[in-house]
């Protein structure tokens, strides 16, 4: 079991849709997690992060957490043709006393104009 | 800085040559982190420095993979004797306290093994 799962797509929404995407965890003992918006051969970059059970929001981003189910999610509402991309998802797990950042593949999302 | 510094932003080596990478972080940023991501993958973690100090490099690949920050800013990523494998993004990314707030990454290095 990869210790981040994400979907890799591609995700495919019409312009002004929502746009949902979701990543599992195995650490159960993770504390903090991570959005990462990737365009083709750019760097990652950061949009959202969320530490605990519940919803962050963040202009159109809107990051949800649910640590018993050790899974986190992200939604962009009213999609635009620019948020396509790659999203990452990424989790903060404890590793020989400090903090590891891991992630997964990433989802691709297009957003059909 | 203003951003993370990486480079060269491309590179391309023959099998067997010797490459070393530039990180420049965020001035200030206490830890520095080395990322490798393979096309269509996401970043896969190498090593982790806490100013000088290496604390964790379980994630290097082999023992032709060596990383350094002497003075606690500007680090190198060397790769000795490159294989065809080691043909991957190389991420360099900082942040000012533990990881907590996420990290700032570098544009990347590009390298190809010829």
């Known amino acids: 079991q990869k210790e981040v799962e994400q979907n890799s797509g591609p995700l495919s929404v019409p312009e002004g849709a929502i746009a949902s995407l979701n990543c599992t965890y195995s650490d159960r003992g993770s504390q903090s997690f991570f959005w990462y918006r990737q365009y083709s051969g750019k760097s990652p970059e950061l949009i959202m992060f969320i530490y605990s059970n519940g919803d962050k929001e963040d202009g159109r981003f809107t990051a949800q957490l649910n640590k018993a189910s050790q899974y986190v999610s992200l939604l962009i509402r009213d999609s635009q043709p620019s948020d396509s991309a790659t999203y990452l998802c990424a989790v903060n797990m404890n590793s020989g006393g400090y903090q590891k950042v891991t992630f997964g593949t990433g989802t691709k999302l297009q957003v059909i104009p | 800085g203003a951003g993370v510094s990486q480079s060269p932003r491309y590179k391309v080596a023959k099998r067997g040559q010797d490459v070393a990478l530039r990180c420049d972080p965020i001035?200030?940023?206490?830890?520095l982190f080395w990322y490798q991501q393979a096309l269509g993958q996401g970043p896969e973690f190498l090593t982790y420095f806490q100013n000088e100090a290496q604390l964790d490099k379980s994630g290097l690949p082999s023992d032709r993979f060596f990383a350094e920050r002497p003075e606690g800013s500007v680090s190198t990523l060397k790769i000795q004797r490159t294989q065809q494998e080691d043909s991957a993004v190389y991420l360099c990314a900082s942040s000012p306290v533990g990881v907590d707030y996420g990290y700032t990454f570098g544009s990347g290095t590009r390298l190809t093994v010829v």
């Open positions: 001035s200030g940023h206490v830890s």
